[in-house]
C-alpha cells in the first residue's frame, strides 16, 4: 500500500481535510490531436525543450527523427553536456547537439521493431559521431 507522508492513504482520507471543489469551465478548451508533424524532433531548441518534447510524446503517439532514410522513435533522453550544430551527433553514445546544449538518446525504437536501450540500438545500427540528423 502507498503511503502519503509515512502514512498510508486511508488515514490521510479519514482526516477528512481534504476539500474537493469542482474545476470551474472558464478557460476550458478542446486539444486537437496531434499531428505527424508535431512529433518530428527539431533539434533546433533548447535541449531541455527537446527532452520535454520526447518525454510528452512517450510513448505514443512518440517523438522521431530520420537516420539512413528510417524513422527512429525516441522514447527517453537526457540532457547532456556538449554544442555544435543542431542535430549532429556529439559522441558514439548518441549525445546530439540541439539549439542550446545537448539530449543524450537512452531509448529508441526503429520502424517495424521493438524499443531498446541506446546500446542495444547501436549495435543493430551504426551512427557515426558528425552526422547530421534530420
Same mark, same amino acid.
Given at each position: ?5 509515512? +502514512? ?9 481535510? /481534504? ?11 478542446y486539444a %486537437?490531436? /496531434? ?5 518530428? /524532433? ?8 527537446? +527532452? %520535454? ?13 530520420? !537516420?539512413?532514410?528510417?524513422? /527512429? ?21 548518441? !549525445?546530439? !547537439? ?13 520502424e517495424g521493431?521493438?524499443p531498446m536501450? !541506446? ?16
Open positions: 500500500i502507498k503511503r502519503f507522508m509515512g +502514512r498510508r492513504h486511508s488515514e490521510v482520507l479519514s482526516e477528512e481535510k /481534504i476539500i474537493c471543489a469542482a474545476q470551474p469551465l472558464d478557460g476550458v478548451t %486537437n490531436k /496531434i499531428g505527424k508533424s508535431e512529433t518530428r /524532433i527539431d533539434f533546433s531548441r533548447p535541449a531541455v525543450e527537446v +527532452r %520535454n518534447h520526447i518525454h510528452g510524446l512517450s510513448p505514443s503517439p512518440g517523438a522521431w527523427f530520420e !537516420a539512413a532514410g528510417s524513422r /527512429i522513435k525516441v522514447l527517453a533522453c537526457e540532457t547532456a553536456a556538449g554544442k555544435g550544430e543542431p542535430g549532429t551527433v556529439l559522441d558514439d553514445h548518441l !549525445a546530439i !547537439a540541439c539549439g542550446d546544449g545537448a539530449v543524450r538518446l537512452l531509448h529508441l525504437q526503429r521493431k521493438g536501450q !541506446a546500446e542495444a540500438f547501436l549495435r543493430g545500427t551504426a551512427i557515426a559521431a558528425g552526422t547530421l540528423l534530420s
